[in-house]
């Protein structure tokens, strides 16, 4: 069973940046895709940025490439590079597993942004 570990949230002044970490227990940790998700109070989940086994990066549209998503898999570690933060990022930040378009991972607690001045 994977467990996972999220961090590196925190409180920042818009036009900031944040670095946050995943890192998940277990087995078989560079033969699937992972992705950052984010939660904002009285919204869905949504998909932020997901990467590829091979370190192939996707993003959500709506990021206009102020986020960049990375890998060490031998660390059994993804990151997400957070600049030039806005206030409509703040949310709770998950990361899991994926399977095509499913999450197969349990979620993790999540790890907190908060965007404000």
């Known amino acids: 069973q994977v467990h996972i570990v999220e961090s590196g949230g925190g409180l920042v002044q818009p036009g900031g940046s944040l670095r946050l970490s995943c890192a998940a227990s277990g087995s078989g940790f560079s033969a699937y895709d992972m992705g950052w998700y984010r939660q904002a109070p009285g919204e869905q989940r949504e998909l932020v940025a997901r990467?590829?086994?091979?370190?192939?990066?996707t993003y959500a549209a709506s990021l206009k490439g102020r986020f960049t998503i990375s890998r060490d898999n031998a660390k059994n570690t993804i990151y997400l590079q957070m600049n030039n933060l806005k206030p409509e990022d703040t949310a709770v930040y998950y990361c899991?597993?994926?399977?095509?378009?499913?999450?197969?991972?349990?979620w993790g607690q999540g790890t907190q942004v908060t965007v404000s001045s």
């Open positions: 990467i590829s086994t091979t370190g192939v990066p």
């Open positions: 899991n597993r994926l399977l095509g378009l499913r999450t197969i991972a349990s």
